[in-house]
Each structure stands twice: as C-alpha cells, then as structure tokens.
C-alpha cells in the first residue's frame, strides 16, 4: 500500500470531505491552522483529532459531573441564570408586546 502524507492541499471539502472535516476540526481544537497540519495516515489523523476533541471537552465534563454532584448548587446556579436571561430580555419582550399591541 502506498501511504501518502495528508495535508491542506488535495483535500478540499468537495474533493475528500471526510478529510477535510477532520482537519477542521483538528485545527478548531487544537488551535493550529489548517494549513498547518499534516499526517502520514488516515488513521493518524482520526487519532489526532478525537484526541483533541477529548481534552477540548475535558473541562466541560469536570465541570458537568462537579455540577451533578451537587444538586442544590445546580438549581440554585439554574434559577439564577433564568432571572438575568428574564433581566436582559425585559427590553426585547416589552417591545414586542407593545409592538402586536399586548399589555
């Protein structure tokens, strides 16, 4: 089998779609430019971006099963998001009452 480096160049969305999303999203969580990044296999590059998406979602998860630990602090941390989002949403539903004429 002849294997070739992957790179940018040849593998453009319409030409090697699968390839091309997967430098895109290697270079969305990895922080490098797509042009940038290169592989000696298929599968390298698989490797390489699952591993990213990995820890780009590491904190996320911590974050999730901290927040799943403590049900108190999470609804507490839930209703104080919903009043700022009713806070910050005020102006915007007042003008539209008014502007299909509720009080």
């Known amino acids: ?28 969580c990895s922080g490098r430019p797509v042009e940038s990044l290169t592989h000696e296999t298929y599968g390298a590059l698989k490797r390489e971006a699952a591993e990213a998406v990995v820890e780009t979602l590491r ?10 630990a403590d049900p108190a602090e999470l609804s507490r941390l839930l209703d104080a998001g919903a009043a700022r989002a009713v806070e ?16």
């Open 88 to 103: 910050r949403g005020a102006g915007v539903m007042a003008a539209a009452r008014e502007a299909i004429g509720l009080p």
């Open 1 to 28: 089998m002849n294997r070739r480096p992957f790179s940018v160049s040849g593998h453009g969305p319409e030409d090697k779609p699968g390839v091309s999303n997967l430098l895109t999203v290697l270079a969305a």
């Open 59 to 68: 904190p996320i998860q911590e974050r999730y099963r901290e927040l799943s």
